[in-house]
Nanobody, 126 residues
Framework: QVQLVESGGGLVQAGGSLRLSCAASGRTFSSYAMGWFRQAPGKEREFVAAVKWSGVSTRYGDSVKGRFAISRDNGKNTVYLQMNSLKPEDTAVYFC???????????????????WGQGTQVTVSS
């Protein structure tokens, strides 16, 4: 079993920055792909970013491209999401997720991720 715990959320003014962290414990592997998703009230879960097990390959949702950056530190079993130039539309609960097949794919589909954290709230004020 893999446990994921997000942290770093909070309240920030538009244009500001936050860095989210996701700490993994249990049976973890550097071969897992790690992803970030978000969900706002009344909206579907949205893909934000993902990083492959190598840490080299990344992908981003169109709405965050150029503003957010995902990275991972396999030695610390931690994945990060650096969020810059935040907008009110970024307000959501942000979830960390892990894909066991990250060695062969980098997916943006929530159903293909095996493990999920409980989420951390990010609120961007205008």
């Amino acid at each position: 079993q893999v446990q994921l715990v997000e942290s770093g959320g909070g309240l920030v003014q538009a244009g500001g920055s936050l860095r989210l962290s996701c700490a993994a414990s249990g049976r973890t592997f550097s071969s897992y792909a790690m992803g970030w998703f978000r969900q706002a009230p009344g909206k579907e879960r949205e893909f934000v970013a993902a990083v492959k097990w190598s840490g080299v390959s990344t992908r981003y949702g169109d709405s965050v491209k150029g503003r957010f950056a995902i990275s991972r530190d396999n030695g610390k079993n931690t994945v990060y999401l650096q969020m810059n130039s935040l907008k009110p539309e970024d307000t959501a609960v942000y979830f960390c997720a892990a894909d066991r097949l990250g060695s062969v794919r980098l997916t943006d589909q929530p159903r293909e991720y095996n493990y999920w954290g409980q989420g951390t709230q990010v609120t961007v004020s205008s």
